[in-house]
């Protein structure tokens, strides 16, 4: 069935701090479901232990606060761990392009937080829980999810997906290990700021194309888990740059 939903970042470094306003606010916007992103952090693209972080990593309580409150809201829960870094080498490192000097341990420790994540949503019944977002250089090794995703169907046994992202959708190994095949919509749909409607739909009738081709091939349905462009100047050229600072333009 169609999910309409929007995603809520439990990033509050307030541990006691209510989601359950603005939980309200989607519900008032005709949403049915929402997406709680949790995220976890690595020191750096080539460590192998996946961690909390002391500020910004929601605690149990509150997601599990959340998830309750978003039921009572009445939304359904898309739970949604991202991975960050503590430290980057160079602008372009980010969780699409981990080296870790021992995959098997970064999949082992990947594994524990996702069982606890897993089972916590479970005790709160969430609709749906993913496995993981954008991990491009790891979501080719089909055999490593293969076991992650077993154990992960032990606990919860609603929905999974995987959220591939808009430049590697095509090359996600795993999508037919969970039910939705996730991606992260933030397409490039020109080479610089534009008005041309036209041309803007003609890159969206490509875009669909692949996207269709891919649901053909994997049999599953579709998730967009993260689809937006700011409204800035040149924005439909490189909508996955969240720190932009362009100047407001609700044309392009």
């Known amino acids: 069935p169609r999910q309409r939903g929007l995603s809520l970042g439990l990033f509050s470094e307030d541990a006691g701090f209510s989601y359950r306003p603005l939980l309200d606010e989607i519900r008032a916007t005709g949403a049915d479901h929402v997406e709680l992103v949790v995220a976890w952090y690595l020191r750096d693209v080539h460590a192998t232990a996946v961690h ?5 990593t929601a605690p149990p309580a509150a997601i599990a606060r959340a998830i309750d409150d978003a039921h009572a809201a009445g939304l359904r829960v898309l739970l949604f761990p991202i991975v960050r870094l503590e430290k980057q080498g160079s602008p372009d490192e980010w969780r699409g392009t981990l080296s870790p ?8 420790s990947y594994t524990s937080k996702l069982l606890a994540l897993a089972a916590l949503g479970a005790r709160h019944q969430v609709e749906v829980l993913s496995v993981g977002s954008e991990l491009s250089t790891l979501d080719v090794d089909r055999a490593a999810w293969a076991k992650v995703i077993a154990a992960v169907r032990r606990v919860h046994h609603g929905a999974l997906t995987y959220s591939g992202n808009w430049d590697h959708f095509e090359q996600v190994a795993l999508y037919d290990l969970v039910d939705y095949a996730g ?15 036209d041309a803007l739909a003609r890159s969206w009738r490509a875009v669909r194309a692949r996207l269709e081709a891919l649901v053909s091939r994997v ?6 888990t993260e689809v937006g462009y700011l409204s800035q100047a040149g924005a439909s050229a490189w909508p996955w740059n969240e720190g932009a600072s362009e100047p407001i333009d609700l044309a392009d």
Request: aromatic share 14%.
């Open 52 to 56: 909390d972080h002391p500020r910004y």
């Open 183 to 197: 991606v992260c919509g933030y397409f490039k749909l020109s080479e610089g700021p534009t008005a041309d409607v």
């Open 219 to 224: 049999r599953r349905p579709l998730l967009f």
């Open 101 to 108: 000097s021992d995959r098997g341990a970064l999949f082992a």
